[in-house]
Structures are given as structure tokens and as C-alpha cells.
């Protein structure tokens, strides 16, 4: 819902150009600011002008649950009706939940699976379509996040949500021929971090988040210099500060 920092995000990246500038936004694109509603409504007039060129992933809170208690429901009722917020749902729930990007990096919101073998065939035959949010493996994209330590561990987050070690990041990139994973869902100060090894990547381009986190809002680039398979040289990044939010739009 921080509609500043995505105006900040599409100047940095420039207009979307078909086969030469196509944008990723990795959701979690609503709740916990003001212009919800008003950032919904230009991704998705984004992807209808832009078809093949912008792409939205699912995030954890694309859910109506999430909706509920952190705010984008509410807003949707006090701007138009109950009518709009059931569409927005069905819109959330067709969402992929993961994104290749030039058959080397895999885009997703939370995290790897913590199932052993899971391959991007079976990332790919996920149902969509989920009215309360996924479970299992989709969960796992949506929901978890990475620590330093080995192996995989219980979450702060809640019961059924857990933390993956470089380990666990590294034996899925290996599996799946993938040079590294990107996924967003936690604050990072910098706005981008690297977990130890460097298989999995955390952008987080809500700068200064819900107005007082203090951090650095991110993007990243991806280029490949030789027109092939992409090497870790090939992301770049750009990052910025919190941006003064303007009144929200009477509804």
C-alpha cells in the first residue's frame, strides 16, 4: 500500500518494452498503507497494456484472511463496495505463485519448499484458484524465510511456517539447474541481502516500511552480458530512500 515507493520503483525501471524491459512485481502489493487500492488498480492496467511484459507473483498477503486484519478490506468497502473487494480476490487467487526468469532464477515471495525433490515441473502444476490462501508447498513460497543456520527451523511467524539455512536454498537451486532464488516478504535495512552462500536473495522495495521501519527500499536488475544463462554478475541493484507519503484519496 505504499503507493510513493511504487512510482519510485517504475522510474528506476523504466517503461516495459516488449523482448527488451519487462518488469516483476513480487507481491504483498496491498495492506498496511493507505493507497492500496489505487496500487492495485495500476499494476493491473499495467499488465493489460503491457501483455507479456509485466508480471505480478502472488505474496502472503493476496489473501483474503490477510485482507481481513490488515487493512485492504477495509479500504476497498470505504472507496467502492463489497462487489470490488470479491473481485479482487479472484484476481489474487489466479496469481502464480512463481516466476523463472531466463531458466536461472526462480521469483518467488517467501521461500523454497521444505520438502525434499520438489521440482519447478511440480512448482508449475500448482493449482490455482485457492479462495483462503495455499497450503503445502504453495504455502512455502508465500510464507518462508531464510536464516544463516543449517537445515530447516520453526518460524516466529507462526505454527506451520518455517526458516530454510543456505543449505537447504542451495540443494534446491542445485536440483533445479537454477543459479539462485529471489524472494521479498521481510524488511532488510539495505533493501536487498544476500543469505550466507549466496543461493537465495531478499529484495524488499518498501522503503522505510509502514513509516517507521528506517530501511532502504530495493530493486533488482537483471541483465544477462552475454545474451545466455545468467551469472550472479548479472544482478544489479538499485536502492532509495523512504519517500513522504501524500494524503490518502477521499473515498
Known amino acids: 500500500g505504499q503507493w510513493p515507493e511504487l512510482l519510485t520503483v517504475l522510474a528506476l525501471c523504466g517503461d516495459p518494452v516488449a523482448g527488451q524491459n519487462f518488469l516483476l512485481f513480487n507481491g504483498d502489493f496491498v495492506d498496511r498503507g493507505p493507497r492500496s487500492v489505487e496500487?492495485?488498480?495500476?499494476?493491473?492496467?499495467?499488465?493489460?497494456?503491457?501483455?507479456?511484459?509485466?508480471?505480478?507473483?502472488?505474496?502472503?498477503h493476496e489473501t483474503r484472511a490477510m485482507n481481513r486484519v490488515y487493512g485492504f478490506e477495509d479500504e476497498v468497502l470505504a472507496k467502492y463496495s463489497r462487489q470490488v473487494f470479491e473481485a479482487f480476490q479472484a484476481v489474487f487467487a489466479q496469481l502464480p505463485l512463481a516466476t523463472l526468469v531466463n531458466g536461472?532464477?526462480?521469483?518467488?515471495?517467501?521461500?523454497?519448499?521444505?520438502?525434499?525433490?520438489?521440482g519447478l515441473a511440480d512448482l508449475?502444476?500448482?493449482?490455482?484458484?485457492?479462495?483462503?490462501?495455499?497450503?503445502?508447498?504453495?504455502?512455502d513460497l508465500l510464507w518462508a524465510d531464510p536464516t544463516d543456520e543449517d537445515g530447516l527451523h520453526p518460524s516466529p511467524r507462526g505454527?506451520?511456517?518455517y526458516q530454510f539455512g543456505p543449505d537447504v536454498a542451495a540443494r534446491f537451486c542445485d536440483s533445479n539447474g537454477l543459479l539462485c532464488c529471489i524472494r521479498s516478504h521481510e524488511v532488510v535495512m539495505e533493501g536487498y541481502a544476500w543469505q550466507r552462500g549466496r543461493r537465495c536473495l531478499t529484495v524488499f522495495s518498501a522503503a522505510n516500511y509502514v513509516g517507521r521501519a528506517g530501511n532502504m527500499g530495493a530493486v533488482c536488475h537483471i541483465r544477462s552480458q552475454t545474451g545466455g544463462r545468467l551469472e550472479r554478475g548479472d544482478l544489479t541493484f538499485s536502492t532509495y530512500e523512504g519517500a513522504t507519503e501524500e494524503p490518502a484519496p477521499a473515498p
Open 39 to 60: 496500487i492495485m488498480l495500476l499494476l493491473a492496467a499495467l499488465v493489460l497494456d503491457h501483455p507479456g511484459c509485466v508480471f505480478l507473483n502472488r505474496g502472503n
Open 104 to 118: 536461472s532464477v526462480l521469483v518467488m515471495h517467501g521461500g523454497v519448499p521444505a520438502r525434499e525433490g520438489v
Open 124 to 139: 508449475a502444476a500448482l493449482p490455482r484458484g485457492g479462495a483462503e490462501g495455499p497450503r503445502g508447498v504453495a504455502h
Open 159 to 161: 505454527p506451520g511456517v
